[in-house]
Every structure is written in structure tokens, then in C-alpha cells.
């Protein structure tokens, strides 16, 4: 079945500094991801779609300056949470469509907790 | 306003009882995905139902879309531990303009106590 690698899976910085998730689809292309966060016990809350080639399409109240989103080929994708604080500590997961036919299921990654000190 | 209205939140039962998990919505949906997810790791898809009125079986686990694609659920027979998680109901919404966005439910967490 597909499979989708995120890594790392988890990792610990200091306030201030930035963190770099990756992303990617292990034996299909994707042209979409998604870029998810979830706090604990709650459900996934989208912060954007990550295109291919092009700009990524960010949820409302996501600010693109501080979650970089990079799709540069269609097997990756990187969520870079610049300038972290403690409030951004989370669980980030990410998700791809390995085709485009009617109820195609999204795959998932395993997460990255992130965890700003 | 949550798209999708997921209910319970949370369920806290004993082996052996039989529960039911609703996804309500008002609009119509394409398709909708039940997902199971463990602390720590990534939803994992358990079905798709795309055709209203589908009922789909995977072993305890019964799924039903409803007959206008605005509702799911998802019932566990006999519920063991191991069915204890974190459940998520989640849909593609007709005539999205956003492809695979999906709408995710608030989730329920089920404990089956032994």
C-alpha cells in the first residue's frame, strides 16, 4: 500500500530557532500534500495545502511566514516552522492523495512532535 | 460551526459492549473516510463509503453512509481493547473546489476497558 515518511518524529528546539519537517510519498507521486496539527486528544486541524511547483494554499489564521511550506518535487514536501515559541509545540502530520479517482484516500505520515523549549 | 459534527467525543465502555460513532452534516459529501489513530502515530484509513446508503463491513467494525451523503457511522461490535483509539470521520465535500481537501470530524476517543 502507499506509504508516506515524515521525519523526523520527533525533535526538540529552543525558542527562536527553526525546525525543518519533511514529507514524502515512498512509492507514489503526489502532486498535493497536506499539513495538518493536532493538539492532544483533539482532531486534525488543516494549515495547508502543499502544490507541487507552486505557491502552498494556507488555511485561514496560518501565518505563511512562519510555517514554510516547500513541495519541490512531487515525492517531498517540507513544513519549516520558523523562529519557533513554546506555543508552537504540537503534533505535525502529513498527508498525501495517491491518485485522483472519486473517494481516493488521503495517506497519512506518522507525525513529527515538536516540542519548542 | 464544525462541517462535520462528530459524536461522541468521548466513550469509555467495557469489553464485550457494542458502541456507535455518528458524522453529521448538513452538506453533501463525495466521499467519507473513517480513520484510526494511536497516540503518537498517524491516522490510519479504515474504509472509504462514496455511494449513499453504502454499508461496508470489516470484520466487528460496520460502516453505513447515509442515503444523501450527509452522514456516517461507524459501529463496533463486541469491543475489545485493542480497539481503543482515537476515531476520525472525515469527508470530501461535493463540488469542493479545494481537490482532496478533506473535512475532518472532531474525533472520538474510545476506551474498551478489559
Known amino acids: 500500500g502507499a506509504v508516506v515518511s515524515q521525519h523526523p518524529s520527533w525533535v526538540i528546539c529552543k525558542s527562536g530557532t527553526s525546525v525543518k519537517i519533511e514529507c514524502r510519498s515512498l512509492?507514489?507521486?503526489?502532486?498535493?500534500m497536506f499539513w495538518y496539527r493536532q493538539f492532544p486528544k483533539q482532531s486534525l486541524m488543516l494549515m495547508a495545502t502543499s502544490n507541487e511547483g507552486s505557491k502552498a494554499t494556507y488555511e485561514q489564521g496560518v501565518e505563511k511566514d512562519k510555517f514554510l511550506i516547500n513541495h519541490a518535487s512531487l515525492t517531498l514536501s517540507t513544513l519549516t516552522v520558523t523562529s519557533a515559541h513554546p506555543e508552537d509545540s504540537s503534533f505535525y502530520i502529513c498527508?498525501?492523495?495517491?491518485?485522483?479517482?472519486?473517494?481516493?484516500?488521503?495517506?497519512f505520515g506518522n507525525g513529527t512532535r515538536l516540542t519548542v523549549t | 460551526t464544525q462541517l462535520l459534527e462528530q459524536s461522541p467525543q468521548f466513550l469509555s465502555i467495557q469489553e464485550g459492549e457494542n458502541l456507535t460513532v455518528y458524522c453529521n452534516s448538513s452538506?453533501?459529501?463525495?466521499?467519507l473516510q473513517w480513520y484510526r489513530q494511536e497516540p503518537g502515530e498517524g491516522p490510519v484509513l479504515l474504509v472509504t463509503v462514496v455511494t449513499g446508503g453504502e454499508v461496508k463491513k470489516l470484520k466487528r467494525l460496520t460502516f453505513q453512509f447515509g442515503d444523501a451523503r450527509k452522514d456516517s457511522s461507524l459501529h463496533i461490535t463486541a469491543a475489545q481493547p485493542g480497539d481503543t483509539g482515537l476515531y476520525l470521520c472525515?469527508?470530501?465535500?461535493?463540488?469542493?473546489?479545494?481537490?482532496?481537501?478533506?473535512?475532518f470530524g472532531q474525533g472520538t476517543i474510545l476506551t474498551v476497558h478489559p
Open positions: 452538506s453533501v459529501f463525495s466521499s
Open positions: 512509492d507514489f507521486q503526489a502532486t498535493t
Open positions: 472525515a469527508g470530501k465535500r461535493a463540488g469542493g473546489t479545494s481537490y482532496g481537501k478533506l473535512t
Open positions: 498527508s498525501a492523495r495517491q491518485d485522483r479517482g472519486l473517494g481516493s484516500p488521503l495517506h
